[in-house]
T-cell receptor, first 109, second 114 residues
C-alpha cells in the first residue's frame, strides 16, 4: 500500500533546532515535498528532494534517503512565526501527490 | 487576479443541494487539482486535470465531478451534497503534471453540509 507517516505534534523552544521526520511507502516515487501550513491558511511550498542528501535553504533544510524511504525537515533558529503544520508529500502510481496528515509544530518562548 | 482564487470563501449547504466550488488561476499552469482537508487526515486528492480538456480521478472522487474547459478554470461540483462532504476544499495548480514541481494553492473554501 501507499503510506506517509509523520508525527502528529511536536513542541520546541524559540531559537532552538527541530527535526520533523517523515517515512513514506509509495509506488511512483518522483520526489519528496515539504509544505508549511499556518492555521486557517493554504499550504505553501518549502522544499523538494528527488536525490539523496541534504538540501539547505536558509533556516530550513530537507534530507532524503530513498533507500530507507525517509526524509526529514530541519528548522534552525526557530521563530514564533514557524508555529504551523508541516506537511510531507510524495507521489503515487499515477504521479499524483499523496500527503501525510501533517505535523503541528508548537513553538514556545 | 493574482495567482489562484477560490469562491466562495465559506458556505453552509443543506444536504441534497447541488453546489459548485469555483477555482481560477492566472498563471497559465497546465495542471490543476482539487483536495479536501479534514482534521487528522491531511490533504486528499479528489480530482485532477493534467491539461485543459482532460480530467482524472484522485483518491476520493465519489460524489464530486469536475470539468476543465479552459486553462484557467477548474470548477468542482457536488451533485447532491451529504454531511460527510463537510470539509475545507483547496484548489491547486502547477506548471506541469507528473508530481514534479511546486503546487500553488488557493485560499480554500470551508463547506458545511447540514
Amino acid at each position: 500500500g501507499q503510506n506517509i507517516d509523520q508525527p502528529t505534534e511536536m513542541t520546541a523552544t524559540e531559537g532552538a533546532i527541530v527535526q520533523i521526520n517523515c517515512t513514506y511507502q509509495t509506488s511512483g516515487f518522483n520526489g519528496l515535498f515539504w509544505y508549511q501550513q499556518h492555521a486557517g491558511e493554504a499550504p505553501t511550498f518549502l522544499s523538494y528532494n528527488v536525490l539523496d542528501g541534504l538540501e539547505e535553504k536558509g533556516r530550513f533544510s530537507s534530507f532524503l534517503s530513498r533507500s530507507k524511504g525517509y526524509s526529514y525537515l530541519l528548522l534552525k533558529e526557530l521563530q514564533m512565526k514557524d508555529s504551523a503544520s508541516y506537511l510531507c508529500a510524495s507521489t503515487d502510481s499515477n504521479y499524483q501527490l499523496i500527503w501525510g496528515a501533517g505535523t503541528k509544530l508548537i513553538i514556545k518562548p | 487576479i493574482a495567482g489562484i482564487t477560490q469562491a466562495p470563501t465559506s458556505q453552509i449547504l443543506a444536504a441534497g443541494r447541488r453546489m459548485t466550488l469555483r477555482c481560477t488561476q492566472d498563471m497559465r499552469h497546465n495542471a490543476m487539482y482539487w483536495y479536501r482537508q479534514d482534521l487528522g487526515l491531511g490533504l486528499r486528492l479528489i480530482h485532477y486535470s493534467n491539461t485543459a480538456g482532460t480530467t482524472g480521478k484522485g483518491e476520493v472522487p465519489d460524489g464530486y465531478s469536475v470539468s476543465r474547459a479552459n486553462t484557467d478554470d477548474f470548477p468542482l461540483t457536488l451533485a447532491s451534497a451529504v454531511p460527510s462532504q463537510t470539509s475545507v476544499y483547496f484548489c491547486a495548480s502547477s506548471v506541469t503534471s507528473g508530481g514534479v514541481g511546486e503546487q500553488f494553492f488557493g485560499p480554500g473554501t470551508r463547506l458545511t453540509v447540514l
